[in-house]
């Protein structure tokens, strides 16, 4: 299998990645691509409720557990004390798609758009230090740089930006 085109959004907490990666899936969609997304949690998360079937199977020592209906599935999969799957690991789960969106993973060597928010936890610039990030999508302005600065809720720009960095056809 053809390696999937793969962007990402790198930032400090409260830089406005989520947002971003929602309008681009989004945009994308709209767009006709068929869309995939990777989030990386730097804490404990839980995508089923204590008390439900999937819930006691997870806490009853369950590898894997795959909930499965009409409309959807996920698979959830318990580390139980092994170490976090790498990046190569997870991508090679994802189903074809036209391009993976990427939440997080800031130190992979993958394209990237760092957002910057003024209201972040940190305001120091990834940019200088990361080779791979293409541009800057920004609630304010920002003049330190040679790369492209977008407007943070210029999503149909950022879209055409990451289209042209990964080679997507236009559809």
Request: hydrophobic share 40%; proline share 6%.
């Amino acid at each position: 299998m053809d390696k999937p085109r793969i962007f990402g959004i790198a930032g400090w907490k409260n830089s406005g990645k989520t947002g971003l990666a929602v309008r681009l899936v989004e945009e994308f969609t709209r767009r006709g691509y068929r869309i995939s997304t990777i989030k990386h949690a730097h804490h404990d998360f839980d995508i089923d409720k204590v008390g439900a079937d999937s819930y006691r199977h997870r806490q009853a020592g369950a590898h894997e557990v795959t909930i499965v209906s009409g409309t959807r599935f996920a698979i959830m999969h318990e580390l139980r004390g092994a170490p976090e799957p790498s990046f190569e690991d997870i991508l090679a789960r994802i189903a074809p798609c036209d391009l993976v969106l990427v939440e997080g993973y800031k130190r992979e060597p993958i394209p990237k758009i760092e957002a910057r928010r003024l209201e972040a936890a940190n305001r120091e610039p990834l940019a200088p230090g990361d080779p791979f990030i293409a541009a800057i999508a920004a609630d304010h302005p920002v003049s330190d740089t040679t790369l492209p600065v977008f407007d943070l809720d210029d999503t149909a720009g950022i879209a055409d930006f990451i289209t042209d960095i990964v080679g997507l056809s236009l559809k």
